[in-house]
């Protein structure tokens, strides 16, 4: 019988893809893990993981064992879930995902009341997306997350989660304050009330973009796609946080999401002229999870407060 602390150091090292990184992340010797990978793989008398491309990564094999592992682990965190909203427990762990970008517009607004009904509640915020939270999800690295609609993951993923929808947000165009379209709108501080634009009409302009990920590469191309649009000179970015900022800066055009616009509060932002340039913003769960109380309560908070427009102002 594997331990559950062997299992959650395999499971590790198949996330971060290396020893060396595990071993800083677990606060154990790499001789130690080394020593437990050759132990399973004897016990299992099958290789668990190999060498491609400068990373670990599981065999076919190691594979179904992984994924055994993970199994355990989720019916293990389902019933001490389960367990805690028995006892009607007020303490415990809850992690969740969601955008750098979003956070500190959500949590800003939602944590106080939160952390009020729940002090005793270990939370832990990822904002690392880059794998996709909905990955992460799945294979029990968090308990929620927040994510649109429109991001391409695998079936095997989507199967298993859970989708609620917020609200709808809109991708807009990020202007720089010294082009005449944004000296055009000066007299119109609320972007929402000034007309939508065709993308078609800034073809020459120099656009900034953002190369950190695929993920943010095919929400881009989903954007300019409807239009046939293809920027005729670019700027690229490897991290999307400084993405505002070269723009405010006048070096160009950009995409971003709204929720830029509400905490920024100020810049020459447009809407649009495409409906299909809109997403849906959802909270997603695990099919199979049992959330708890304080999880059930967050999801709650963060509906109340679409509904009561709190996320969306732009007077404060």
Same mark, same amino acid.
């Given at each position: 019988? *594997?331990?559950?602390?062997?299992?959650?150091?395999?499971?590790?090292?198949?996330?971060?893809?290396?020893?060396?990184?595990?071993?800083?992340?677990?606060?154990?010797?790499?001789?130690?893990?080394?020593?437990?990978?050759?132990?399973?793989?004897?016990?299992?008398?099958?290789?668990?993981?190999?060498?491609?491309?400068?990373?670990?990564?599981?065999?076919?094999? #190691?594979?179904? *064992?992984?994924?055994?592992?993970?199994?355990?682990?989720?019916?293990?965190?389902?019933?001490?879930?389960?367990?805690?909203?028995?006892?009607?427990? &007020?303490?415990?762990?809850?992690?969740?995902?969601?955008?750098?970008?979003?956070?500190?517009?959500?949590?800003?607004?939602?944590?106080?009341?939160?952390? &009020?009904?729940?002090?005793?509640?270990?939370?832990?915020? $990822?904002?690392?997306?880059?794998?996709?939270?909905?990955?992460?999800?799945?294979?029990?690295?968090?308990?929620?997350?927040?994510?649109? $609609?429109?991001?391409?993951?695998?079936?095997?993923?989507?199967?298993?989660? *859970? %989708?609620?929808?917020?609200?709808?947000?809109?991708?807009?165009?990020?202007?720089?304050?010294? +082009?005449?379209?944004?000296?055009?709108?000066?007299?119109?501080?609320?972007?929402?009330?000034?007309?939508?634009?065709?993308?078609?009409?800034?073809?020459?302009?120099?656009?900034?973009?953002?190369?950190?990920?695929?993920? +943010? @590469?095919?929400? =881009?191309?989903?954007?300019?796609?409807?239009?046939?649009?293809?920027?005729?000179?670019?700027?690229?970015?490897?991290? =999307?946080?400084?993405?505002?900022?070269? !723009?405010?800066? #006048?070096?160009?055009?950009?995409? !971003?999401?709204? %929720?830029?616009?509400?905490?920024? &509060?100020?810049?020459?932002?447009?809407?649009?002229?495409?409906?299909?340039?809109?997403?849906?913003?959802?909270? !997603?769960?695990? @099919?199979?999870?049992?959330?708890?109380?304080?999880?059930?309560?967050? !999801?709650?908070?963060?509906?109340?407060?679409?509904?009561?427009?709190?996320?969306?102002?732009?007077?404060?």
């Amino acid at each position: 019988m *594997i331990s559950e602390r062997k299992m959650g150091y395999l499971l590790k090292i198949a996330e971060l893809k290396s020893i060396s990184n595990a071993a800083k992340e677990l606060y154990v010797s790499q001789p130690a893990l080394s020593q437990l990978i050759n132990s399973l793989e004897k016990t299992y008398n099958t290789k668990i993981f190999e060498y491609k491309g400068g990373k670990l990564v599981p065999t076919f094999t #190691g594979e179904l *064992i992984l994924e055994t592992f993970q199994k355990q682990k989720l019916l293990e965190n389902t019933l001490l879930n389960a367990l805690d909203d028995a006892r009607q427990s &007020k303490t415990g762990r809850m992690s969740i995902g969601i955008s750098s970008g979003r956070a500190p517009m959500f949590l800003s607004i939602v944590l106080p009341s939160f952390q &009020k009904a729940y002090p005793n509640i270990q939370l832990t915020i $990822n904002t690392n997306s880059l794998d996709g939270f909905e990955s992460m999800v799945v294979s029990g690295h968090l308990d929620l997350a927040f994510v649109m $609609n429109k991001a391409d993951v695998p079936s095997e993923v989507l199967q298993n989660l *859970i %989708y609620e929808p917020l609200f709808e947000y809109e991708c807009l165009l990020a202007a720089p304050p010294n +082009h005449p379209a944004a000296k055009a709108v000066e007299d119109q501080p609320d972007w929402r009330l000034r007309p939508p634009v065709n993308l078609q009409d800034f073809q020459n302009e120099t656009f900034i973009q953002t190369a950190a990920s695929d993920r +943010h @590469k095919n929400w =881009e191309n989903s954007i300019y796609a409807p239009y046939n649009f293809h920027p005729k000179y670019t700027i690229l970015l490897s991290e =999307e946080a400084a993405l505002f900022d070269l !723009i405010q800066a #006048g070096l160009g055009f950009g995409l !971003i999401q709204d %929720y830029v616009a509400f905490s920024r &509060k100020k810049g020459a932002f447009f809407r649009l002229d495409r409906e299909d340039s809109k997403a849906t913003l959802c909270v !997603i769960h695990r @099919k199979d999870a049992a959330l708890t109380e304080a999880m059930q309560y967050f !999801i709650q908070l963060v509906k109340k407060h679409t509904q009561e427009g709190s996320f969306f102002r732009l007077d404060s």
